[in-house]
């Protein structure tokens, strides 16, 4: 019973009793009353101290072990409230930063016939990639980004004989300083900005986009993309499958000795109709000596490109198509020139499992040793047998020999090293086929056993087919 109820109740006992108990009953609850008085001021004493104590204690953010538990609980609140919001400070500035590494190895192994030294070969390699994606400031309503890639590796794959075809292994990456040392590179280092069209103020209405990107960078990050194929660590391996193969095995990029080039780009994009989105984009890179910063960077690689997405039966598809320049063309007698020419990058889903793709590329000008590339394929997915995550896939090239090659290749050598090459005559096509087989062991570890046959090689109707078979590891996130 509380002091109020207490006082009431005696009021009302005074008020009920007799005249002759009334004195007798009021002196018992002024005694009552006088007691409870005191145990008041006692617990209201008791609690100023505490509370004295309580303020002496929260004065300093010190913890003691004199001080009032209450002060060392608060303290604790607080300090783990300024830690969380320490987290959530760190969470927000790390939010838009993206990090992917992964770490590719190969093992392939060509007959003797297949390889430069006569003997069969076998051969490891690997390569590690790693991309962090940083915000890089805004202006307005336009965002700017940082990307930035290294690649370190050893191993320079199979020694392939003569043969269009660059190589059977595109992954393989080593650095100039030798096999003994694995120095990592800064493969890509670049900076985009992304401003929403049109100008009017509200980004979040905004469906078209135009992005300005310039530094270090790979141009097939941006240029003859593939659904199907243009991923060496995941797809195919061979060359002529992974880009265009007048591009990248016949050279016709001239980036330097890893695949990177100066440059900047300007893309548009239109997303307006979700399902049939367009665009636009023009490269300008260093090309030659200027790729690599060793000379000027006159004579460029440009290339432009339109692209529009589609739908067939309700499935998602890609079609590109581009030109391209090159005032430091390299010919096959090794003298530089202007060349040109012309290509389409296309994949389409066919059913829910399986994609298919082609290339076509047309040298325009210039003298290479091959002018046509066609390659096909497909991608199957693994969800009919079980294996939603693996996918085979399947592809078939071709590479036809340029008029003036095949004319000068008897005097000529095939490999452009300046070194004679008698007796040797190239004339029609070389052949490619690949097939891989990709299991998904778990989210970060995949196995793809792979196979390749290249036929008539440089487009010698006397060469063998050249074999290759191996296995790729990747490991990622």
């Known amino acids: 019973m509380n002091f109020t109820r207490k006082v009431l109740a005696v009021a009302m006992a005074t008020a009920m009793v007799t005249p002759a108990t009334s004195t007798l009953a009021a002196d018992d609850d002024m005694a009552a009353l006088k007691a409870e008085f005191k145990r008041l001021a006692e617990r209201i004493e008791t609690l100023e101290r505490h509370n004295k104590e309580l303020e002496k204690?929260?004065?300093?953010?010190?913890?003691?072990?004199?001080?009032?538990?209450?002060?060392?609980?608060?303290?604790a609140v607080e300090f783990q409230t300024l830690s969380m919001q320490k987290q959530a400070r760190q969470i927000s500035a790390l939010e838009d930063i993206t990090v992917g590494a992964s770490l590719t190895g190969v093992v392939q192994k060509a007959g003797a016939g297949g390889t430069s030294t006569g003997v069969g070969e076998s051969r490891a390699s690997y390569r590690g990639d790693i991309s962090v994606t940083l915000p890089g400031g805004k202006m307005g309503d336009i965002d700017g980004k940082i990307f930035t890639h290294f690649r370190l590796g050893q191993g320079t794959g199979v020694p392939l004989r003569r043969s269009y075809t660059s190589t059977v292994n595109t992954t393989a990456f080593q650095t100039n300083a030798g096999a003994d040392d694995s120095f990592a590179i800064l493969a890509q280092g670049w900076y985009q900005l992304t401003m929403p069209l049109p100008r009017d103020g509200v980004k979040a209405n905004s469906k078209e986009r135009l992005n300005l990107s310039f530094g270090k960078i790979d141009p097939f990050v941006f240029f003859d993309q593939n659904v199907a194929a243009d991923d060496e660590s995941t797809k195919f391996l061979n060359n002529v499958f992974v880009h265009n193969p007048l591009l990248d095995s016949g050279g016709g990029v001239r980036a330097d000795a890893y695949g990177f080039a100066p440059g900047a780009i300007a893309q548009y994009s239109n997303v307006e109709e979700k399902g049939?989105?367009?665009?636009?984009?023009?490269?300008?890179?260093?090309?030659?000596?200027?790729?690599?910063?060793?000379?000027?960077?006159?004579?460029?690689?440009?290339?432009?490109?339109?692209?529009?997405?589609?739908?067939?039966?309700?499935?998602?598809?890609?079609?590109?198509?581009?030109?391209?320049?090159?005032?430091?063309?390299?010919?096959?007698?090794?003298?530089?020139?202007?060349?040109?020419?012309?290509?389409?990058?296309?994949?389409?889903?066919?059913?829910?499992?399986?994609?298919?793709?082609?290339r076509y590329g047309h040298q325009l000008k210039g003298q290479v040793r091959f002018d046509r590339a066609l390659t096909v394929g497909s991608e199957l997915s693994g969800s009919r047998w079980g294996r939603a995550a693996d996918s085979f896939g399947v592809a078939l090239g071709a590479l036809r020999t340029s008029e003036n090659f095949r004319k000068d290749s008897l005097?000529?050598?095939?490999?452009?090293?300046?070194?004679?090459?008698?007796?040797?005559?190239?004339?029609?096509?070389?052949?490619?086929?690949?097939?891989?087989?990709?299991?998904?062991?778990?989210?970060?570890?995949?196995?793809?056993?792979?196979?390749?046959?290249?036929?008539?090689?440089?487009?010698?109707?006397?060469g063998g087919t050249i074999k290759v078979f191996g296995l790729r590891a990747k490991v990622g996130f």
Do not use: C, M
């Open 276 to 358: 049939s989105e367009w665009g636009l984009s023009l490269g300008v890179f260093g090309s030659g000596p200027g790729a690599n910063f060793s000379n000027s960077p006159a004579g460029l690689f440009v290339i432009a490109q339109a692209q529009t997405a589609t739908r067939f039966n309700y499935l998602p598809g890609n079609y590109r198509a581009y030109l391209w320049q090159n005032g430091r063309g390299n010919g096959y007698d090794n003298v530089e020139r202007r060349h040109s020419g012309v290509g389409i990058s296309a994949d389409q889903k066919v059913t829910d499992e399986l994609t298919l793709f082609g």
């Open 57 to 75: 204690g929260l004065a300093s953010d010190r913890v003691s072990e004199s001080e009032p538990e209450l002060a060392t609980r608060l303290k």
């Open 411 to 462: 005097t000529l050598d095939a490999n452009a090293d300046g070194t004679p090459d008698f007796g040797y005559q190239a004339g029609g096509w070389e052949k490619q086929f690949e097939l891989y087989y990709r299991f998904k062991v778990n989210s970060r570890f995949e196995l793809s056993p792979d196979i390749q046959l290249v036929q008539r090689p440089a487009a010698d109707g006397a």
